[in-house]
């Protein structure tokens, strides 16, 4: 079993910027593919971003460019910076791991309004 922590949401004006960080409990948690999603009330959960075991990286077009993610497997945590946050960003902010088996952390919320 890993579990998985996000924290770093909150409530930011538009243009401005979060941080979001997923701490997982085991270092095994390295040899897993990793992705944030987010699901906006009565919509849908959607992948945002994804980095591979190797380090690639893939992002939903809504926020290229806006968003990054990265890892840090000395920590056992991955990492979702957001910049220039548009209230159409407002959601619950999920962090998942996946191998042959996945997990999903309890989520954090993002919201974006002036």
């Known amino acids: 079993q890993v579990q998985l922590v996000e924290s770093g949401g909150g409530l930011v004006q538009p243009g401005g910027s979060l941080r979001l960080s997923c701490a997982a409990s085991?270092?095994?948690?390295?040899?897993?593919?990793k992705g944030w999603y987010r699901q906006a009330p009565g919509k849908q959960r959607e992948l945002v971003a994804s980095?591979?075991?190797?380090?690639?990286?893939n992002y939903a077009d809504s926020v290229k460019g806006r968003f990054t993610i990265s890892r840090d497997n000395a920590k056992n945590t991955v990492y979702l910076q957001m910049n220039n946050l548009k209230p159409e960003d407002t959601a619950v902010y999920y962090c998942?791991?996946?191998?042959?088996?996945?997990?999903w952390g309890r989520g954090t919320q993002v919201a974006v309004s002036s």
């Open positions: 998942n791991a996946h191998l042959t088996d996945e997990y």
């Open positions: 085991r270092s095994i948690f390295r040899f897993y593919d």
């Open positions: 980095i591979t075991n190797s380090g690639s990286t």
